[in-house]
């Protein structure tokens, strides 16, 4: 088996649907690939839908949401390709979007994970790339301290970064990227303490830690159809009145617990 895709789903029926479909109608007709689909406790009605219209695709039922970066192990554990290709299932992907990844990493030794650009549903460049963060870095991006942290949040968003060129990148939105399955088999899979939120981010730090390169590849594009659940109200309102606000603040304090850098 060439690839294994992952999709995690949870209460994106519509979206997910809307995934499958693009999947279906790209050109991987030259792989062997199979489609594993993960539903953390939707009670959507998800399932049968997949059984009835994409009868080949794995379905695992979880039943309850365990988050992403464990939704995605739970795929992994499962997947019996080469290479994983981990989407999100608000992405649609173009027609030779998938071969295209598959070739780049299949072809580069040297690098351990590759991510196209993303667009926004109406085709502008959605920012995915970035370096590794400092943990002041929220009150730079969301409070009045941003006109004393534009540096340190230039630096972190890649303000001067070329994104029509294929680059080494820190660590890149995982919406959409593809890596070998022996490479996050070793790593152990995504760290489960993340329900949700810098589990990607927890991933590429330790890819880099491996040796291998992060790459950014705009010659491949997919659409992201992105939410951004926690970042609707400044934090310091989040933190009391959205859920996701909540578990992107200690998604944040468990990373810098434990890889440190808490300045820069």
Avoid at 24 to 29: E, F, G, L, T, V
Avoid at 107 to 128: E, I, T, W, Y
Wanted: with cysteine; hydrophobic share 40%.
């Amino acid at each position: 088996m060439d690839l294994s895709i992952v999709i995690v789903q949870y209460k994106t029926k519509e979206k997910t649907l809307k995934c499958l479909r693009s999947v279906y109608d790209s050109d991987i007709r030259d792989l062997q690939s199979e489609i594993i689909v993960v539903d953390n406790d939707s009670r959507d009605g998800i399932g049968e839908i997949i059984k009835k219209n994409f009868r080949d695709v794995i379905f695992i039922q979880n039943d309850k949401n365990i988050g992403m970066g464990a939704g995605n192990n739970s795929g992994i554990k499962h997947a019996t390709g080469k290479y994983i290709l981990i989407l999100n299932a608000d992405i649609v992907v173009s027609e030779n979007s998938i071969f295209k990844l598959y070739n780049y990493i299949k072809n580069h030794k040297d690098v351990g994970l590759v991510a196209p650009k993303l667009l926004n549903p109406n085709g502008s460049m959605q920012q995915s790339c970035f370096r590794f963060p400092t943990f002041f870095l929220p009150l730079y991006r969301r409070t009045f301290m941003s006109m004393f942290g534009e540096k340190r949040l230039h630096y972190f968003l890649m303000k001067d970064f070329d994104y029509a060129s294929i680059k080494e990148v820190d660590w890149i939105m995982g919406s959409c990227f593809i890596l070998e399955k022996k490479l996050i088999d070793k790593l152990g899979g995504f760290d489960e303490r993340f329900f949700m939120y810098l589990e990607d981010t927890d991933l590429c730090k330790r890819v880099w830690k491996s040796k291998l390169k992060i790459i950014y590849n705009p010659e491949i594009n997919v659409i992201h159809d992105h939410g951004r659940g926690s970042a609707k109200q400044a934090w310091y309102i989040g933190i009391f009145t959205n859920k996701l606000a909540r578990e992107h603040i200690k998604s944040w304090l468990k990373y810098f617990w434990k890889w440190g850098k808490w300045f820069k």
